[in-house]
């Protein structure tokens, strides 16, 4: 590997930044496909295939053999509300991968006693998101079913991009927060990313299992295309 | 996730022992039959003197890609070694039959 393509590698990956690293099996030639340049390569298809699996493979092109070598960031889910689900979801979502953070500004909730190993941080939305740098391989859900502290996170969610923002309440109770934030200045576009009622139809009844179907939906956001396809 | 920051530091140390001006080659896995310790992508990296950081089997053949890397450092001419885990090695994690890793060994340079 050339020093120079090492060196942009590394600071990709240090910025959060998917790129992969097209090897020619025959005559070890080499270049880097930043995220940013995989829509105009000749292998965008595969490439995207492989940033979505998350997995490193070899490949068959008209141009021969390659090793795609894949780097995604850890995925990470930023929690708001130190509620009953948020304590079966932070270690669900640790064991599928993600790096946990829960947001509470009540400090009664947001307790070490209640989340052992987990960060929590028992701070406002406001105070607490910025430093986070919620990106694209963020999800992102609302729990605390409260407005006030609800929605000002999902606002700082909608300006990035992460790549799922569910948020809990049922139709009703979702109909009046997207009233709220449309008054907030926030774009109908925007807002119907919101996924809510949060989590996939199971059919779930406990905080577990609200908590699966909540993975559940966020696995499918991150693994398949728009399209339903891997 | 664990492996992942361990692959971050692998490449990083890439950097940093070229970068203190030391040979350094890079190890591969980039196909894997059977029942592989290490899954494809995983890195090895290994400097002129034989010293080296991360894992392509969990153990069972760094010393030989070790090997061949200080060969690729002095050649600069990239390799393709093909491993099959022995038996008995396979045996001892609880695995029923060895599987086969096939490494790419490249110089950085």
Redesign the interface.
Known sequence: ???DI??A??TE?AARRAAVVV?D?DS?A?RLVTHDKIAADPLKELLEAHLRSG????EETPQGRV?L??HVP?TRLVVIGAVHISQALAPIAALL?Y?VTIVDPRTAFASEERFPGVKVIAEWPDKALPPLGVDRYTAFVALTHDPKVDDSALLHALERDCFYIGALGSRKTHGRRVERLKAEGASDDKLARIHAPIGLAIGAVSPPEIAVAIMGEITSRLRLTAEGKR | ?DS??TE?DI??A??DW?AAGRGVA?A?V??TWGSAPR???SNLVIDDQGNFLGSVSGGCVEGAVVTEALDVIESG??K?LEFGVADETAWKVGLSCGGTIRV?V????
């Open positions: 590997m050339k020093l090492l060196k590698l590394n990956r090897t099996q070890g080499q997995k490193s493979g070899m090793f070598t894949v850890p991968g790096d | 996730m992942l920051a971050t490449l990083k890439a950097e070229k890079l591969t980039v196909e899954p494809v992508g001419k990239p393709t790419f490249e110089k950085v340079d």
